[in-house]
């Protein structure tokens, strides 16, 4: 571990970051180029005194998961991340694997859509953020593990992932995951995550089994999809999404008519997160 390099490089790459760049307001004149610790900090989930303590040369050994949340956080490229796995003494992960490092076009656009449901997938359906009215929407997406972090492989198993989408709709969803995870394992080929889940969901569930045998590709949702929320009730939203250039990564935002039920839903929604009404 190079401790003075990585100290170097996080107060660098701190100082190169405006405001602006991860949808903060620019405040008061500020003393000092850049982020303050404290935002950089906050970014990355962690506390202010560990963050500090990094940047000033001190502390312990980082993990993987606390580089690769420095490395969203600061929003660096991806070898920008690698030089922070090796100044951190760790090994960078394989470029194929890297899907739990965003693009850091998505992030910023992800920054400034605080009023919107948002969140980045990736081809396999693994949610790698979510902003706060995506959690309150959707729930929390990103804590889940193995196989049920692809929420194509917790749609076909877990029968508490339909739960937000109204019954009638449930073959429709179930038909384009898998013709979805159809056209992303033929293109990312034999072994890879597509295919993986693809076999263990063979075996798993019956239902895509069926489906599988289809061989049904290019079937997609309509521009509106209805949610069911357990507060708040059915919205219905419309669906944007943005794809990386390497297709491996995108980012979907849900938006809803100004003036309509389903934006007071949302802004009800944005006020009171995740926490349940009292009736």
């Known amino acids: 571990m190079d401790q003075t390099g990585l100290a170097e490089f996080l ?125 309150a929407l959707l729930g929390e997406q990103t804590h889940f593990t193995g196989y049920a972090r692809s929420l194509i492989y917790r749609w076909f198993t877990d029968p508490d992932e339909r739960r937000r989408y109204p019954p009638e709709e449930h073959a429709r969803h179930s038909r384009v995951y898998a013709a979805q995870l159809r056209a992303v394992s033929a293109r990312e080929g034999t072994d890879s995550r597509a295919d993986v889940l693809a076999r263990c969901l063979l075996t798993d569930s019956p239902e895509f089994a069926a489906l599988w045998a289809e061989h049904q590709v290019g079937i997609t949702y309509s521009e509106h999809k209805r949610i069911v929320h357990p507060e708040v009730g059915t919205i219905a939203v419309f669906c944007q999404t943005l794809v990386d250039p390497d297709q491996s990564q995108c980012l979907l935002v849900l938006t809803v008519s100004p003036g309509t039920e389903d934006h007071d839903k949302l802004r009800l929604l944005s006020v009171i997160g995740n926490q349940r009404l009292v009736s």
């Not at 303050?36 to 940047?55: G, K």
């Open 11 to 135: 107060r660098k790459r701190r100082e190169a970051l405006q405001p602006a760049d991860v949808g903060l307001p620019a405040g008061r004149r500020r003393r000092t180029p850049g982020l303050r610790r404290e935002e950089v900090a906050a970014l990355c989930q962690m506390s202010t005194d560990y963050y500090s303590r990094l940047e000033r040369g001190g502390g312990p050994q980082p993990s993987e998961q606390i580089i690769t949340s420095l490395a969203r956080g600061l929003r660096l490229t991806p070898d920008e991340r690698d030089h922070l796995f090796v100044l951190a003494g760790r090994n960078a992960p394989a470029r194929a694997s890297r899907n739990s490092h965003v693009n850091p076009g998505m992030m910023r656009i992800l920054d400034g859509l605080a009023d919107t449901p948002a969140q980045v997938l990736t081809s396999t359906g693994e949610t790698i953020i979510q902003n706060r009215l995506a959690v």
